[in-house]
């Protein structure tokens, strides 16, 4: 052994890795210390603080028109859910509702943010796995998605659509037609995604039974989204607490009780499918009318404490804010989703093989800023 | 045109053998001589052959990922992998400050000089073999798998945990797929009689193995080319690599010339697993005979050896550049899993079969 010396390994025996903060499959500076037997973990402690931007803090500092930008950052596959739930929750203070013709363009935008990281995720799942061509099936949906809201927008990733009262801009005049469009796109697309992916040998044995999460173990490491529903808990906030409406459209939460890596695979298939359905049921139901609410030109949150959650496409956002009456928050605090999955991987990785352990990140789908913020 | 199809390399040779003989002697000079000229004629010809290897499969990939791959260097992009090559020949080659020196820069020179000596019995076309030794099948095995040597060099002198681990799966791999490989290797052997190359050619004349043999060789080919995908460590089986666990395995600390040459070993081991499997079940040069059809067999024979060869070895390359843009990648576990309970009995009931069809002489 004095090639590898002493520091390679540990006095029990132990191989200690540290995957990241550069690594191709932490998807961002996550940065995973592993230590290993052979090929299998015994532990695995995530390190933070790489992409540390303190937005929380920052936010104090911003008026309430402009924090909600800052959460674009967050949790960049689903920025407008995050502008939404940052929204919602001035709103909340204000004691103000978005306009009906608001609330429907929040909810469509909502899905279509869904859809996009979902078919992101899919993508990458495949990656992780070592199968590179799904990535780019999953583009090209999600690039169909993301012209989109460049249309509508002028963005595509970060896109600071919603303000509170409402959205920015009204919808282009070509939103709806090339919304249907896309959704056929989906729908005749989405058979392509099973037959490349799901139904291959080699992918079912590596996500069947890997990765395990029982439902005790995701209500107490407060797992939550497709993660937390893989393992049998219903926690879809748009069914427990609707918000902008989700009441009153038809959709299915889905659940599963297998709580491994291909029980989170298949829900967050399936609720591709779901959004769809909520985006073709509204599409041709958007009221007519103002797109914004009135609000004054600096708005003050009156005294108190808010808290708004909402579902993103990893699992539930919450936003609180304490006003102390100024232009802007006092404090503010984010309950990312990722945060606490994230919490679960040493959990779920013991015992398991490196492989397994990429596994379980890519079907966690962890977005690294939003564990840091 | 006639002269040209029947044209037989062995006429080239033995002018330049007469030639050198002539000229410098009948001695060791003359040995020598010829070597460097085999030598130098395999480097011209590899480094074409890997250059369009590796744009084959870019625009395989791109084929299959909905894309166009590369088209901006040169004629359909068909220079950008010179290109690549440049940067990659101008590139530091760096050597990590706590490595083993020696090792470190001895282990992409094994790796490709095994995976070139390799070469030497291929029958390229009719008449055209470097050297057509008596045991040919058994020193391809033999010498393929020094491979593995190089690969643990790589990863044990680079100092970096990520290499370890990559060189020390690639050692339980490769040593566990050989099994196979052999095998499948000797279920062709035990109907033909012989290792030499030229022999197992000339035994497909009347039809190739996979088409005379039955069942039986149709398993040991499906189970070569898994095999040898694993032995060539290629996606499904890339876990020595496995750029998603490892970053890039046993190759991570390598850049520059040093890199290249692996990537190089890489696309020469494709080309001489094909090749091995178009030789052994596919008939080799041997054009597309069936038994007393004497007008097709004759048409057949005026495509040229050397065209049926590569036609059948690129269609194997095809295949397996399919799996790689196509499968994930199995875990360390399932690798061997696949092997030592499914890979390994299979084949072993299979050469028994294949036995039991030369003894009685069921094949055509």
């Known amino acids: ?373 | 045109m006639r002269l040209l199809l029947t044209y037989s390399f062995s006429s080239l040779s033995s002018h330049i053998h007469a030639w050198l003989i002539s000229s410098m002697g009948d001695g060791m000079a003359a040995l020598v001589a010829e070597m460097v000229i085999v030598g130098i004629s395999l480097i011209v010809f590899l480094v074409p052959l890997c250059f369009f290897l590796g744009y084959m499969e870019r625009k395989v990939a791109a084929f299959m990922q909905l894309r166009l791959g590369p088209n901006r260097v040169g004629p359909k992009g068909s220079m950008q992998i010179v290109a690549d090559t440049v940067k990659l020949l101008f590139k530091e080659g760096l050597t990590p400050t706590a490595s083993d020196k020696f090792l470190f820069n001895l282990a992409p020179v094994i790796v490709v000089v095994t995976s070139m000596l390799v070469m030497a019995p291929i029958a390229f076309a009719k008449d055209f073999q470097i050297w057509d030794l008596s045991i040919g099948v058994l020193y391809v095995t033999s010498i393929s798998s020094i491979a593995v040597i190089g690969i643990l060099m790589a990863g044990w002198s680079s100092y970096n945990k990520y290499s370890l681990l990559g060189a020390m799966r690639s050692g339980a791999q490769i040593v566990s797929y050989e099994l196979s490989i052999g095998l499948s290797i000797l279920s062709v052997i035990v109907l033909t009689g012989s290792l030499k190359m030229s022999d197992i050619v000339m035994s497909q004349q009347n039809g190739w193995w996979i088409f005379k043999g039955h069942l039986p060789m149709w398993i040991s080919f499906v189970i070569f080319v898994i095999a040898s995908t694993a032995e060539i460590n290629r996606a499904p089986f890339d876990l020595t690599e496995a750029e998603q666990e490892l970053t890039a395995g046993f190759h991570t600390e390598y850049s520059g010339m040093k890199f290249a040459m692996f990537l190089l070993s890489e696309y020469i081991n494709l080309f001489v697993v094909s090749a091995i499997a178009a030789t052994l079940f596919l008939g080799g040069w041997m054009p597309f005979h069936i038994g007393h059809w004497e007008l097709f067999n004759h048409i057949m024979d005026f495509i040229p050896s050397s065209i049926w060869f590569m036609g059948k070895t690129f269609f194997i390359i095809f295949i397996i550049m399919q799996f790689r843009w196509t499968f994930p990648r199995l875990r360390v576990d399932q690798l061997l899993t696949l092997e030592w309970k499914y890979l390994l009995p299979i084949s072993m009931v299979n050469i028994l079969l294949a036995t039991l069809i030369a003894i009685m002489g069921w094949h055509f």
């Open chain 1, 1 to 373: 052994m004095s090639l590898l010396g002493e520091d390679i390994v540990t006095e029990d025996g132990e191989f200690v890795i540290n995957m990241g903060p550069q690594h191709p499959s932490t998807h961002g500076v996550l940065h995973l210390k592993i230590w290993l037997d052979g090929e299998t973990i015994k532990r695995v402690q995530p390190h933070l603080g790489y992409i540390h931007r303190s937005i929380e803090k920052m936010s104090e500092n911003l008026s309430y028109r402009n924090f909600i930008f800052a959460t674009s950052r967050m949790d960049y596959l689903s920025a407008h859910i995050n502008n939404e739930a940052c929204a919602l929750c001035v709103e909340k203070g204000l004691q103000i509702e978005a306009t009906p013709r608001a609330q429907v363009i929040r909810i469509l935008m909502a899905e279509l943010t869904r859809l996009s990281s979902h078919q992101l995720w899919w993508g990458c799942t495949g990656l992780d796995l070592g199968a590179v061509t799904p990535f780019f099936y999953a583009f090209r949906e999600r690039e169909a998605i993301m012209e989109i809201m460049e249309e509508t927008c002028g963005a595509r990733l970060t896109m600071n659509y919603m303000v509170p009262g409402g959205v920015m801009y009204d919808i282009h005049p070509n939103f709806q037609k090339r919304v249907k469009d896309v959704m056929k796109q989906i729908k005749n697309n989405l058979h392509e995604y099973f037959e490349i992916l799901t139904g291959n040998v080699i992918f079912e044995n590596r996500t069947k039974g890997v990765g395990y999460l029982s439902k005790e173990d995701a209500i107490s490491y407060g797992v939550t989204g497709p993660t937390g529903r893989a393992s049998g808990v219903s926690c879809d906030v748009r069914k427990w607490f609707p918000y902008e409406g989700y009441d009153k459209v038809q959709f299915d939460e889905i659940l599963d009780n297998c709580g491994d890596c291909y029980a989170r695979y298949m829900v967050r298939m399936k609720e591709m499918d779901q959004s769809v359905s909520i985006i073709e049921q509204l599409i041709d139901n958007i009221p007519e009318g103002d797109f914004q609410t009135k609000t004054k030109n600096v708005i003050k949150l009156p005294k108190g404490e808010f808290y708004q959650r909402v579902e993103t496409a990893r699992g539930e956002l919450g936003v609180f804010i304490v006003s102390d009456g100024a232009a802007s928050p006092y404090r503010i605090k984010y309950r990312s989703p990722n945060f606490s999955n994230l919490s679960a991987i040493d959990h779920m990785a013991r015992g398991a093989k490196i492989g397994d352990l990429i596994a379980i990140m890519a079907t966690l789908d962890l977005v690294i800023p939003d564990i840091d913020r």
